[in-house]
């Protein structure tokens, strides 16, 4: 089983930048396809970006693409988020998830995700 755990959460301004960290143990994530996702305050936890285990791969929410991206370096057992342009819209606990499709067919479907971080607050304020 993998561990993950989530840092670089924080009070910005919009327009500002965040680079999120996954460090993961328990196992090496090169196992594994790694994601992030957010839950916003009442809201349901939305797929956010996926890298593959290669690293090769990305996928982007609409939400997010061409304003983040997602890296992995399996040598270091880490995977992050770097935001851009960060909107108060952006304000949400992320989520680090591996084995996006563990359960079912999807990486972003987060009831299909095999493991979860705990979270970590970003709050961009206006």
């Known amino acids: 089983q993998v561990q993950l755990v989530e840092s670089g959460g924080a009070l910005v301004q919009a327009g500002g930048s965040l680079r999120l960290s996954c460090a993961a143990s328990?196992?090496?994530?090169?196992?594994?396809?790694m994601g992030w996702f957010r839950q916003a305050p009442e809201k349901e936890r939305k797929f956010v970006a996926i890298?593959?285990?290669?690293?090769?791969?990305?996928y982007y929410a609409d939400s997010v693409k061409g304003r983040s991206t997602i890296s992995r370096d399996n040598a270091k057992n880490t995977v992050y988020l770097t935001m851009n342009s960060l909107k108060p819209e952006d304000t949400a606990v992320y989520y680090c998830?591996?084995?996006?499709?563990?359960?079912?067919?999807?990486?972003?479907?987060?009831?299909?995700?095999?493991?979860w971080g705990q979270g970590t607050q970003v709050t961009v304020s206006s």
């Open positions: 328990g196992r090496t994530i090169s196992n594994y396809d």
């Open positions: 890298v593959s285990r290669s690293g090769d791969s990305l």
């Open positions: 998830a591996a084995d996006l499709s563990m359960y079912c067919n999807s990486y972003s479907d987060p009831r299909c995700v095999g493991y």
